[in-house]
């Protein structure tokens, strides 16, 4: 069984059933071979579509079938949406041990953290072991609230605005390199508001030999 894992932020269960599931799941049965029947399940904002094989399938091009048709059926989606997870499940795919992670001195979104940036890197090493995302707790999200009255009064609107003042904060550029008979200077020149401070990094040549 192949599964495909779409998600679209703050889509309704039942526009992620009528914009996505439907059209992946006829795009499937059209380029896809050996399929037994197709299972799909909509939440708000993901949808899961799960495909069974006949027996005797070759998983490995079921599963190269199924990732190529999730690529050419991207245009009649939502725009902006992202190409969905797939995932295969067999006899070995069936979890064995299952990590909780609580703390009561700690917010959610630390608890994700430590789970996804400490314990999970740790598990990975292990030889043969599969470790998938957490699930749970609350990712760390950067929330605006904007005055649509104040924005129009300058003519301009929410989504135009806030996709312009991202773009120019989010703009990598490169750094100036100034070096010394000793030491050589990183100094960032990516933009940034007049209170923020520059950043220059230094190195030792020595260091870097």
Not at 93 to 101: A, E, G, R, T, W
Not at 152 to 171: I, K, M, N, Y
């Amino acid at each position: 069984m192949v599964a495909a894992v779409w998600s679209y932020n703050g889509l309704l269960p039942s526009d992620m059933s009528g914009r996505v599931v439907y059209y992946y799941e006829r795009a499937l049965t059209t380029t896809v071979s050996n399929i037994e029947h197709v299972e799909s399940q909509s939440l708000y904002g993901s949808g899961i579509v799960k495909i069974y094989f006949q027996p005797g399938t070759d998983v490995a091009a079921a599963q190269a079938q199924v990732t190529a048709t999730s690529q050419t059926v991207l245009k009649q989606l939502p725009a902006g949406i992202t190409p969905p997870q797939v995932l295969v499940f067999d006899a070995s795919s069936v979890p064995v041990l299952d990590l909780q992670i609580a703390a009561d001195n700690m917010t959610p979104s630390d608890i994700y953290n430590v789970a996804s940036n400490l314990i999970r890197p740790a598990l990975v090493s292990v030889p043969g072991v599969a470790i998938p995302a957490p699930y749970g707790g609350a990712p760390q999200d950067v929330e605006v609230d904007l005055d649509q009255t104040k924005l129009l009064e300058h003519g301009l609107s929410a989504p135009t605005w806030a996709a312009r003042s991202q773009l120019r904060t989010s703009c990598c550029r490169p750094a100036i390199r100034r070096s010394a008979p000793s030491t050589i200077w990183w100094r960032q020149t990516r933009r940034r508001s007049p209170s923020t401070p520059s950043t220059t990094f230094r190195s030792s040549r020595s260091a870097m030999q």
